[in-house]
């Protein structure tokens, strides 16, 4: 006997996704299901191409963080030539990436979350979404809107595209320097996205104290968190090694190198999703499951290593024991406490005596014959792994993205709402899109997790245990 | 659904990578006048579940990759008054259809994914909707009214053919329009 509600599409998400909610005999929710849905496969039409085009297109795994992908895979292509790039050329890619997280979390809080924390779980649904916020809270909407933007312009003007600016990251290095008159814009646009984000977090803290039943309930539970972090244990984004840290903040593991990630991680299948299960390999399928991400990373992280940042770290740790926060809601606030760092660090590398040199790309063709990349985009560790032909061509593709490593988490974090929210015999819309905002909280991007669903009506439908129609939502 | 003045825009993302959905979104501050003219009924990027009648404007990201995502966008079609293949996946298959070029690519690619790199339970999903034979691009299935391309389309260029559109005049796409 299948007793089920669904909920398809998943909506202000990326991607493709619906939860199924399976109940027991006695009408409870026995288990809930997050399906990713639709699949494009990158893995196999990536083999027989030119090394050198695979930063290109495997960006189009996500029109969201197309820039970790970028360096993911230039990163793979740097080994695969065999070269150290310049150091102009790592701080331009990085700061890139400042650009691409602070746009990232933007999108998933204004255009994405925050619709469902301001304008309430149970609000009209035909307003609650970004165009709805810009009319009940223009100046906020409008906040959000900039703050992306400054981190979409930093992108812009590095790589002269805002998105897929596959032109300018190249192996080795990448295409062209940075301006001064470049540099000079994106200087005077900074205070105005630090103080935003200040507000914002302001804000959002203040929200913090209606919150209590979500921050309790989203996904709130104990596990491994993984991410890269720097040799002194701080937040780290783009170089790095892996640290595993257990539940009660333990290091399990620490400075494990990111390109023998298969010694560590293992992938495993089920029937009913598209998405992947990564799990530790020392504990075991599911055993080993482990988040990542903003969440993940700052629980790892003994620091940021800019001020502001810091601080604020200091604060946020304080929400769980040993400074690891369990509930997946603070994946929002660990978003806020990144973009804070992102602008700082910006700036940082924005003054750096040497952003403005010309030497930023190293020219060499294939010295290796495996290449293995690793950065964190924003929501998770991303790797990026290719063999190649003598001549260069990709003879085998594998590529394990952020939001897979947090299926485990998503189906445990469904199943803790839904059980909290859903009581069999009477469903509303507001208490399945609680449902939704659990996977909201995460950020998940599909495109990438299945190397990329169409919607059908939301028909919620509840059945007794002799499968009986007792409840149903169209809308 | 229709809203006093405001003209009824659906968008929608089949099989893609929400790229141009963001070029959508890089209008930034022009999406605030957007919203005086025009009422979202469907998107990814809000709840309507369900894909409204009388639609004025549907603006389509991605090729068709699986069976749900042909019903839906047949379905779009009949209740849309104009269809714009938005971005290059729904004007040639771009990305999404590099699949194509492998013999039986829909079994090709579940292999390679699910059999051939899982180190536990190796088995290729079956209980989600099914991937078609190959990806298509949009106008292979319905009728497109408007075609943008671009990977992805420029933020300007999208603002340009919805001003146009909602002015009621046809926009010219001469030196416009580029791929990739």
């Known amino acids: 006997m299948n007793d089920e509600i669904v909920i398809n599409p998943i909506t202000r998400i990326e991607g493709h996704a619906k939860v199924t909610i399976l109940l027991g005999k006695d009408e409870s929710v026995k288990e809930a299901r997050f399906q990713v849905t639709d699949f494009r496969g990158f893995e196999k039409f990536c083999e027989k191409r030119p090394f050198y085009e695979m930063p290109s297109i495997t960006s189009r795994s996500c029109g969201i963080c197309p820039v970790s992908h970028l360096l993911a895979s230039a990163k793979a292509c740097d080994e695969i030539v065999a070269v150290n790039i310049p150091r102009t050329a790592t701080l331009l890619r990085r700061l890139m990436h400042m650009g691409q997280i602070i746009q990232s979390h933007a999108l998933n809080l204004f255009h994405l979350s925050f619709p469902d924390l301001l304008l309430g779980m149970d609000a009209d649904p035909a307003k609650r979404n970004i165009f709805g916020l810009l009319e009940s809270y223009p100046d906020l909407a409008r906040q959000g809107i900039r703050l992306r933007k400054f981190g979409q312009e930093i992108i812009e003007k590095l790589a002269a595209k805002r998105i897929h600016s596959s032109d300018w990251i190249v192996p080795g290095g990448v295409k062209w320097p940075l301006t001064k008159e470049k540099a000079d814009y994106l200087l005077a646009n900074l205070p105005e996205a630090l103080d935003l984000t200040l507000k914002t977090i302001s804000m959002f803290k203040d929200q913090l104290q209606n919150l209590d039943e979500e921050v309790q309930n989203f996904g709130n539970f104990p596990s491994y968190y993984m991410g890269l972090v720097t040799e002194s244990g701080g937040l780290e984004h783009y170089d790095g090694k892996i640290r595993m840290v257990d539940p009660d903040g333990k290091i399990v593991a620490d400075q494990l190198d990111p390109t023998k990630y298969f010694e560590y991680i293992g992938e495993a299948d089920e029937p009913w999703s598209y998405m992947k299960f990564p799990y530790y390999k020392p504990l075991g399928y599911p055993e080993g499951a482990y988040r990542v991400g903003p969440l993940a990373r700052l629980n790892i992280s003994s620091h940021c290593g800019t001020p502001l940042a810091d601080e604020e770290l200091r604060e946020f740790k304080k929400l769980g024991k040993n400074g690891v926060v369990q509930s997946s809601f603070h994946y929002h606030y660990a978003r806020l406490v990144e973009i804070l760092f992102c602008i700082e660090r910006a700036k940082e590398i924005l003054e750096d005596p040497e952003v403005l040199s010309e030497n930023v790309g190293a020219k060499a063709f294939v010295n290796r014959s495996e290449g293995v990349g690793v950065a964190e985009a924003p929501r998770g560790t991303l790797i990026h792994h290719y063999k190649v032909d003598k001549e260069g061509i990709t003879t085998w593709v594998n590529m394990i993205i952020a939001t897979e490593h947090n299926n485990n988490a998503f189906n445990k974090a469904v199943t803790q709402v839904a059980k909290k929210y859903i009581k069999a015999k009477q469903l509303s819309e507001g208490l399945l899109n609680r449902v939704e905002a659990v996977v909201r909280a995460f950020d998940p991007c599909l495109s990438c997790a299945t190397h990329a669903l169409g919607s059908m009506a939301l028909d919620a439908q509840l059945f007794d245990s002799e499968g009986n129609l007792i409840d149903r939502i169209i809308h | ?180």
């Not at chain 2, 009648?53 to 779009?76: F, S, Y």
């Not at chain 2, 729904?90 to 013999?103: F, H, I, K, P, Q």
């Not at chain 2, 051939?116 to 078609?132: C, G, R, S, V, Y």
């Not at chain 2, 909602?166 to 796409?173: E, I, K, V, Y």
């Open chain 2, 1 to 180: 659904m229709e809203t006093a003045g405001k003209i009824n825009l659906a968008t929608m993302w089949l099989s893609g990578c929400s790229g141009c959905h963001m070029s959508f979104l890089d209008q930034d501050e022009l999406l605030i006048d957007l919203a005086r003219k025009i009422q979202l009924v469907y998107s990814p990027l809000a709840d309507i579940k369900n894909f409204p009648e009388n639609v004025t404007v549907t603006l389509v990201e991605g090729a068709v990759n699986n069976e749900e995502q042909l019903d839906l966008l047949k379905k779009a079609r009949n209740r849309t008054k104009i269809m714009i293949s938005l971005g290059d996946c729904a004007v040639t298959g771009n990305v999404t259809a590099l699949r194509n070029a492998w013999r039986d690519s829909d079994k090709a690619v579940l292999r390679r994914a699910y059999l051939e790199t899982a180190d536990f339970h190796p088995q290729i999903p079956n209980d989600i909707p099914k991937l078609l034979k190959k990806a298509y691009a949009l106008h292979e299935i319905v009728k497109v009214d408007y075609f943008i391309p671009g990977c992805p389309p420029s933020a300007g260029l999208i603002n340009y053919v919805l001003t146009e559109l909602l002015c009621g005049r046809t926009p010219n796409m001469e030196n416009r329009s580029k791929y990739g």
